[in-house]
């Protein structure tokens, strides 16, 4: 943990406007009283938001994730955080601009299933 914390606070510092955007809406219990954490450390990776208690991580993708490349390294991605035993759902940055209200009521309806 002690290796990620230049990073996690690298990240939160220069996080994206959908990020931002998304946090604003999740931060301090605001969806159902879950409480979330933003850049958190999970096995190698460091995800968008995670609530423990929920097991449920979010990542807000990027244009830049739309590629091949990235897809298949998202894939692995998302099978090594779900052998960690969480939950993973992605969101576009346009789903966070676009419908945000849809995009937490996904999320929540995700935390109802585990």
Partial sequence: ???FKARVRSLRASQTSAEAK????LRNRRLARWKF????PID???V????LDGKL????DGVTHSTPAETGRDQIRTEILESCGFFVVRVTNA???????GV?????TSLRLE
């Fill in 1 to 3: 943990m002690e290796r």
């Fill in 22 to 25: 998304l946090w604003q809406a």
């Fill in 37 to 40: 954490r933003r850049q958190h």
């Fill in 44 to 46: 190698r990776y460091i």
């Fill in 48 to 51: 968008d938001f995670v609530t």
């Fill in 57 to 60: 991580i979010v990542e807000v």
């Fill in 95 to 101: 789903d966070v601009y676009e419908n945000l209200e």
């Fill in 104 to 108: 937490l009521e996904m999320i929540e």
